[in-house]
Protein backbone atom coordinates (compact mmCIF):
# COMPACT_ATOMS: atom_id res chain seq x y z
CA UNK A 1 0.00 0.00 0.00
CA UNK A 2 1.29 3.40 -0.82
CA UNK A 3 1.60 6.53 1.24
CA UNK A 4 -1.24 9.35 1.09
CA UNK A 5 -0.07 12.20 -0.84
CA UNK A 6 0.21 14.88 2.47
CA UNK A 7 0.97 18.56 2.49
CA UNK A 8 1.65 20.43 4.61
CA UNK A 9 -1.60 22.82 5.72
CA UNK A 10 0.20 25.13 8.53
CA UNK A 11 2.76 25.89 10.93
CA UNK A 12 3.11 28.10 13.84
CA UNK A 13 5.50 30.82 15.02
CA UNK A 14 5.44 32.86 18.41
CA UNK A 15 5.14 36.22 18.43
CA UNK A 16 5.36 39.26 20.93
CA UNK A 17 3.51 42.12 19.48
CA UNK A 18 -0.12 41.24 17.59
CA UNK A 19 -0.19 45.10 15.81
CA UNK A 20 3.75 45.02 14.74
CA UNK A 21 3.97 41.49 13.73
CA UNK A 22 0.50 41.73 11.92
CA UNK A 23 1.90 45.02 9.84
CA UNK A 24 4.95 43.01 8.85
CA UNK A 25 3.80 40.08 7.75
CA UNK A 26 0.86 41.93 5.91
CA UNK A 27 3.00 44.11 4.18
CA UNK A 28 6.37 42.62 3.54
CA UNK A 29 5.22 38.92 3.00
CA UNK A 30 1.37 39.89 1.75
CA UNK A 31 0.03 37.78 4.25
CA UNK A 32 -3.85 37.94 4.35
CA UNK A 33 -5.14 38.18 8.02
CA UNK A 34 -7.09 36.20 9.26
CA UNK A 35 -9.00 37.19 12.72
CA UNK A 36 -9.49 34.37 14.82
CA UNK A 37 -11.23 36.26 17.49
CA UNK A 38 -10.38 37.76 20.47
CA UNK A 39 -7.45 40.40 19.15
CA UNK A 40 -5.57 36.93 17.87
CA UNK A 41 -4.35 36.34 14.33
CA UNK A 42 -3.33 33.61 11.51
CA UNK A 43 -1.32 34.47 8.24
CA UNK A 44 -2.13 33.13 5.26
CA UNK A 45 0.02 33.02 2.32
CA UNK A 46 -2.25 31.17 -0.30
CA UNK A 47 -3.06 27.48 0.46
CA UNK A 48 -0.58 27.60 3.70
CA UNK A 49 -0.96 29.30 6.94
CA UNK A 50 1.10 30.62 9.31
CA UNK A 51 -1.01 30.02 13.17
CA UNK A 52 0.51 32.47 15.35
CA UNK A 53 0.61 32.16 19.36
CA UNK A 54 1.34 35.56 20.79
CA UNK A 55 -0.40 37.53 23.77
CA UNK A 56 -3.39 35.90 24.73
CA UNK A 57 -3.43 32.59 22.83
CA UNK A 58 -4.05 30.08 24.76
CA UNK A 59 -3.07 26.79 22.35
CA UNK A 60 -3.94 23.55 23.31
CA UNK A 61 -2.25 20.99 23.00
CA UNK A 62 1.24 22.40 22.60
CA UNK A 63 4.19 21.46 21.83
CA UNK A 64 6.86 19.97 24.18
CA UNK A 65 9.29 22.83 24.70
CA UNK A 66 7.11 25.79 22.65
CA UNK A 67 9.14 27.90 19.96
CA UNK A 68 9.77 31.50 21.55
CA UNK A 69 9.27 34.83 19.55
CA UNK A 70 12.44 35.44 17.37
CA UNK A 71 13.11 31.38 17.31
CA UNK A 72 11.74 30.16 13.89
CA UNK A 73 13.67 30.12 10.60
CA UNK A 74 10.90 29.61 8.07
CA UNK A 75 11.73 30.04 3.89
CA UNK A 76 9.26 31.56 1.65
CA UNK A 77 9.19 31.23 -2.65
CA UNK A 78 9.79 34.55 -3.79
CA UNK A 79 7.51 34.75 -7.64
CA UNK A 80 10.74 36.33 -9.51
CA UNK A 81 13.99 36.92 -9.54
CA UNK A 82 15.93 37.29 -6.14
CA UNK A 83 16.77 40.68 -7.05
CA UNK A 84 12.77 42.12 -6.78
CA UNK A 85 12.96 40.44 -3.56
CA UNK A 86 15.94 42.43 -2.23
CA UNK A 87 14.62 45.95 -3.19
CA UNK A 88 11.35 44.97 -1.82
CA UNK A 89 13.01 44.31 1.64
CA UNK A 90 14.54 47.43 0.98
CA UNK A 91 11.40 49.21 0.22
CA UNK A 92 9.70 47.83 3.70
CA UNK A 93 13.37 49.21 5.44
CA UNK A 94 13.87 45.47 6.01
CA UNK A 95 18.07 44.50 6.12
CA UNK A 96 18.85 41.84 4.10
CA UNK A 97 20.71 39.74 6.72
CA UNK A 98 22.61 37.56 4.12
CA UNK A 99 22.81 36.76 0.24
CA UNK A 100 21.48 36.41 -2.77
CA UNK A 101 23.11 33.07 -2.04
CA UNK A 102 22.31 29.73 -3.63
CA UNK A 103 20.87 27.18 -1.57
CA UNK A 104 18.17 23.46 -2.08
CA UNK A 105 14.88 24.16 -1.30
CA UNK A 106 11.35 22.34 -1.61
CA UNK A 107 11.97 22.69 -5.59
CA UNK A 108 15.40 22.27 -6.37
CA UNK A 109 17.99 25.03 -6.56
CA UNK A 110 16.93 28.57 -6.10
CA UNK A 111 18.62 31.78 -4.71
CA UNK A 112 18.07 33.12 -1.27
CA UNK A 113 17.70 36.22 0.89
CA UNK A 114 17.64 36.04 4.67
CA UNK A 115 16.29 38.71 7.10
CA UNK A 116 14.41 38.87 10.39
CA UNK A 117 10.81 39.57 11.43
CA UNK A 118 9.76 41.92 14.26
CA UNK A 119 10.60 39.51 16.89
CA UNK A 120 14.00 38.02 15.43
CA UNK A 121 12.63 35.23 13.68
CA UNK A 122 15.44 33.84 10.46
CA UNK A 123 12.99 34.56 6.99
CA UNK A 124 14.27 33.77 3.92
CA UNK A 125 12.77 34.43 0.12
CA UNK A 126 14.00 31.75 -2.35
CA UNK A 127 13.56 32.39 -5.72
CA UNK A 128 13.45 29.50 -8.52
CA UNK A 129 13.59 31.82 -11.49
CA UNK A 130 16.25 31.24 -13.76
Same mark, same amino acid.
Request: aromatic share 12%; hydrophobic share 40%; proline share 12%.
Given at each position: MSNPAVKLDHCV???SDWERSNRFYADVLGAELVDRGG? &? #?AYRLGSEQLN @??? !?GVEAHPLARVPV? !??NSDLC? @? #?P? !??EHAAAHLERHDVEVEEGPVVRHGA =?? =?? &?SVYFRDPDGSLLEFISYSR
Open positions: IHIG &T #W @VHG !PA !PGF @V #WG !PI =QG =QG &T
